[in-house]
């Protein structure tokens, strides 16, 4: 079996390509987004600073923002439902401690002054029994004084794919790690308003070869006050609330919806 083919047949166990630990920065860094979502690890750093020094990153994905934090002398740990992401997190940093688990049902035996949930992963959860599990996994996991900061970006692009629905873009463009061909992401979205759910799929294009591969990742969208109102309902008072990465204060026209947390037990 050719090694291409077999590492997109593991990438296939490791749930997608997309979340394949070999193809997941690649993606990321080739995406011409890339230079403005990345401006988040200069705002982790802050809120480490802030809140630190024992911290908790959720869905931690490769270690593109633990890895620095671990770096700076924090106390981090990773955790991460997929397995090849945790295995390229572990190559980043040696001062981090990964853990493959779920966000939904964790138990450390440790709590943490500052427990994060960066860049709009949160929607990954669908349902209201997840988030609430989520949540009070956070709460257990959270010292008495200690902050919880997750960041959403704002949900109004959703009605960009409203009014051009089906449209086509370009995500990412790649050197394939397994080969020299070049591959292609494009993108295409729709958007279930009656569920909030937003629904990308993306497809995959090797040079020189016919075959497209199409993975499917559904978000749940969450709207600033209903969210707001999921953590008042599950404990959580919002101390601060960010429209970006400056720390600006939140508006209708923010690119992000970020919120510095505590459990109401404080």
């Known amino acids: 079996?050719?090694?291409?083919?077999?590492?997109?047949?593991?990438?296939?166990?490791?749930?997608?390509?997309?979340?394949n630990g070999d193809f997941y920065d690649l993606i990321f860094q080739n995406s011409p987004r890339y230079k403005e979502q990345n401006q988040?690890?200069?705002?982790?750093?802050?809120?480490?600073?802030?809140y630190g020094p024992s911290i908790l990153e959720l869905a931690c994905g490769t270690g593109r923002?633990?890895?620095?934090?671990?770096?700076?002398?924090?106390?981090?740990?990773?955790?991460?439902?997929?397995?090849?992401?945790?295995?390229?997190a572990q190559k980043k940093s040696q001062k981090v401690q990964w853990l493959e688990g779920d966000v939904r049902d964790f138990s450390l035996q440790k709590t943490f002054s500052l427990i994060t949930f960066p860049y709009d992963t949160f929607?990954?959860?669908h349902q209201l029994s997840d988030i609430k599990a989520c949540l009070r996994c956070i709460k257990q996991h959270l010292k008495?004084?200690?902050?919880?900061?997750?960041?959403?970006?704002n949900p109004s692009y959703v009605f960009?794919?409203?009014?051009s629905p089906h449209q086509r873009d370009v995500y990412s463009i790649f050197q394939d790690p397994s080969s020299?061909?070049?591959?292609t992401v494009n993108r295409e979205c729709e958007y279930e308003a009656a569920e909030q759910l937003y629904h990308r799929t993306l497809l995959f294009s090797w040079e020189n070869r016919s075959e497209v591969v199409r993975e499917a990742l559904t978000l749940r969208i969450f709207f600033p006050k209903e969210i707001e109102f999921i953590l008042l309902e599950n404990g959580f008072k919002i101390l601060q609330k960010f429209g970006n990465y400056q720390q600006e204060p939140f508006k209708g026209?923010?690119?992000?919806?970020?919120?510095?947390?505590?459990?109401m037990a404080n």
Request: charged letters at 20%; a positive charge.
């Open 1 to 19: 079996m050719p090694k291409e083919q077999a590492m997109r047949q593991q990438a296939s166990k490791s749930r997608n390509l997309s979340y």
């Open 40 to 50: 988040d690890i200069e705002f982790w750093l802050e809120m480490a600073k802030c």
């Open 65 to 88: 923002i633990s890895a620095p934090l671990g770096a700076q002398g924090f106390d981090v740990t990773g955790i991460d439902l997929s397995a090849s992401m945790i295995a390229k």
């Open 123 to 125: 929607t990954h959860l």
């Open 144 to 153: 008495p004084d200690g902050h919880f900061v997750i960041d959403f970006k």
């Open 160 to 163: 960009n794919t409203v009014n």
């Open 180 to 183: 020299s061909r070049k591959v």
């Open 253 to 263: 026209n923010s690119s992000h919806h970020i919120l510095v947390c505590q459990s």
